[in-house]
C-alpha cells in the first residue's frame, strides 16, 4: 500500500519554461513534506520542505504548494535550466506519531530540453 | 564538512553470502537511517539510529538483515546470508538534532548491492 505517490514517471519540458512535478499522499498523519532532487549514482538531495501549517514555500526557483484538502503536493521550478534534469522525489513524515521516518513516492523523472 | 559516506559503492556477491555495509554520518548528527531502493522503485525506509540505540527499525525485511552503530559514530548493516531479493541501492542518511522531528535528512551516495 503506497502512502506517497507520484502518478507521473516523467516529464519533459522546454528550457525557461515551468516545470510541475506533482505527488499524492494518502495518510492524514503526514504533517512535514519534502523533495528530493537524485542525479544518477548519487544520493537524493534536499531540495525545498514545507510543513502542514502552511500552504506555500518558495526557494528561489523552486515553490512547493501544499492541498491538505486533496491530500496533494506539487514542486514548481521557474524557470527550468538543463541543470535540473534528474529525479525528483517526494516524501513525507507523520513527525506527531513520533517517527522521523520519510516516506518516499516512485519519483519523476524530469528532463530539462535545451 | 563531510557529508554522509558510504563503502562500499558497489558489492557484487552470490546467494547465501554475507556482506557488510558501511556509513558515516555527518560529523554531530544523532540521527541515522538507512534506506534501500530496489529496482526503481520507491526508496523505503528500513531502520532509524538515534545515536546507538534503535528508535525504529519497522521497515527491516527480516532476521537476515542487521544494523548496528557501536559507540553512535558509524553504522554498519550486515545481510546474512544475501538472497537475490536483497538487491539494490541501500542509502543511509543522516540528520542533525535527535529532538527536532523536521530536520532534513542528508543522504549519502548509497551502496548498490548485487546478488546473484
Known amino acids: 500500500d503506497q502512502q506517497v505517490k507520484q502518478n507521473s514517471p516523467s516529464l519533459s519540458v522546454q528550457e525557461g519554461r515551468i516545470s510541475i512535478l506533482n505527488c499524492d499522499y494518502t495518510?492524514?498523519?503526514?504533517?512535514?513534506f519534502l523533495w528530493y532532487k537524485k542525479y544518477p549514482a548519487e544520493g537524493p538531495t534536499f531540495l525545498i520542505s514545507i510543513s502542514s501549517i502552511k500552504d506555500k514555500n518558495e526557494d528561489g526557483r523552486f515553490t512547493v504548494f501544499l492541498n491538505k484538502s486533496a491530500k496533494h503536493l506539487s514542486l514548481h521550478i521557474v524557470p527550468s535550466q538543463p541543470g535540473d534534469s534528474a529525479v525528483y522525489f517526494c516524501?513525507?513524515?507523520?513527525?506527531?506519531?513520533?517517527?522521523?521516518?520519510?516516506?518516499f513516492g516512485t519519483g519523476t523523472r524530469l528532463k530539462v530540453l535545451a | 564538512e563531510a557529508g554522509v559516506t558510504q563503502f562500499p559503492s558497489h558489492s557484487v556477491i552470490e546467494k547465501g553470502q554475507t556482506v557488510t555495509l558501511r556509513c558515516d554520518p555527518i560529523?554531530?548528527?544523532?540521527?541515522l537511517y538507512w534506506y534501500r531502493r530496489v529496482m526503481g522503485k520507491e526508496i523505503k525506509f528500513l531502520l532509524h539510529?538515534?545515536?546507538?540505540?534503535?528508535?525504529?527499525e519497522s521497515g527491516m525485511p527480516n532476521n537476515r538483515f542487521l544494523a548496528e552503530r557501536t559507540g553512535g559514530t558509524y553504522s554498519t548493516l550486515k545481510v546474512q546470508p544475501a538472497e537475490l531479493e536483497d538487491s539494490g541501492v541501500y542509502f543511509c542518511?543522516?540528520?542533525?538534532?535527535?529532538?527536532?522531528?523536521?530536520?532534513?535528512?542528508?543522504f549519502g551516495p548509497g551502496t548498490r548491492l548485487t546478488v546473484l
Open positions: 542518511a543522516s540528520s542533525q538534532d535527535r529532538f527536532a522531528v523536521y530536520n532534513e535528512q542528508f
Open positions: 495518510n492524514s498523519m503526514f504533517d512535514y
Open positions: 560529523s554531530g548528527h544523532d540521527n
Open positions: 516524501a513525507a513524515s507523520a513527525g506527531t506519531s513520533g517517527t522521523y521516518k520519510y516516506i
Open positions: 539510529f538515534v545515536k546507538e540505540s534503535k528508535q525504529d
